[in-house]
């Protein structure tokens, strides 16, 4: 049985941040706005090749191109 995250060619980390937004959207006006506010991320990352750390990037610019990138391409990715 496959998943229908996976069959969606979704990571199970990008599942649950979906999924998150939508409860996070479902709520009333005063606890949405808390719970939105939680849910920011300004997280980075770095790719490392022979012992030397790459370009420094933004995760949440990072995940909009990969979208992007795999909406282009079928979602195949």
Same mark, same amino acid.
């Given at each position: ?18 999924? *998150?937004?939508?409860?996070r959207r479902s709520l009333k006006e005063e606890?949405?706005?808390? %719970? +939105?506010?939680? =849910?920011e991320m300004d997280l980075r990352f770095a ?8 370009? *420094? ?13 795999? %909406? +282009?391409?079928? =979602?195949?990715?």
């Open positions: 049985m496959v998943f229908a995250w996976k069959a969606a060619g979704l990571t199970y980390n990008r599942y649950l941040a979906v999924a *998150s937004r939508v409860v606890k949405r706005v808390v %719970a +939105e506010r939680r =849910g790719k490392w090749e022979n012992g030397k750390m790459g370009e *420094s990037k933004n995760l949440a610019d990072a995940n909009a191109a990969a979208a992007v990138k795999s %909406a +282009e391409s079928g =979602g195949t990715a």
